[in-house]
């Protein structure tokens, strides 16, 4: 008579159980059911604002106090459009500047964290030796609304000194000197960000 020993099929059964429960609740066995979770992505568009008319040569972004504007130079006698983006995620257009002149193009420059100079070539000069400029110099005071201080003709040249707060300016007449007022609390080595500055890790500006 042939005796069947139980303990070793019991041992099987007992096994198999442990195993069994084993794997259902090791990780990866959970991980199948887990949600995968998107990752970010580094940079994403949080708002869109259309521009009309030519293309945008430069950005210039400059603070004034809790309020962020960005100015959006046109490469057209259009001038330069402030946006204010103090809030990214809704810009909105409050204002447009023209160019001193009826100019194809012009440039607009920061100077201390108050000041900018608004250039534009003087008709029929801008493919000659001699090309000349006509220059504004506004009070960026109040960003949102610049104002027209001082108007050059006949610029041939400009320089601006921001150690000393000083602005150089030639034309037929001579040399000017300007002076201007640091912004209260602004050291005068920093200047307004411009679209240049992206590429300068070393760039001080704000």
């Not at 604002?49 to 972004?61: C, E, I, K, Y």
């Not at 603070?63 to 504007?69: D, E, L």
């Amino acid at each position: 008579m042939k005796v069947v020993d139980k303990s070793i099929g019991q041992k099987h059964a007992t096994a198999a159980a442990v195993l069994a429960i084993f794997v259902a609740i090791s990780p990866g066995a959970s991980a199948k059911h887990r949600a995968v979770k998107p990752a970010l992505e580094p940079a994403s568009v949080i708002a869109h604002l259309p521009l009309m008319g030519a293309s945008v040569s430069q950005l210039v972004l400059q603070q004034h106090g809790s309020k962020q504007y960005l100015y959006v130079e046109q490469a057209s006698k259009e001038g330069f459009a402030i946006v204010d983006v103090t809030k990214p995620d809704q810009p909105n257009v409050i204002r447009s500047e023209s160019w001193p002149n009826a100019a194809s193009t012009g440039r607009l420059q920061m100077v201390g964290g108050r000041l900018g100079l608004a250039e534009a070539s003087d008709t029929g000069t801008a493919e000659t030796a001699s090309r000349t400029e006509t220059l504004k110099v506004l009070d960026l005071s109040d960003p949102a609304n610049p104002r027209t201080i001082l108007t050059f003709s006949g610029v041939t040249s400009t320089l601006a000194d921001d150690a000393r707060n000083l602005v150089y300016i030639t034309n037929s007449e001579g040399l000017w000197v300007l002076k201007h007022q640091p912004e209260q609390g602004m050291p005068s080595e920093t200047h307004a960000c411009r679209s240049e500055d992206a590429s300068n890790d070393a760039t001080g500006c704000q």
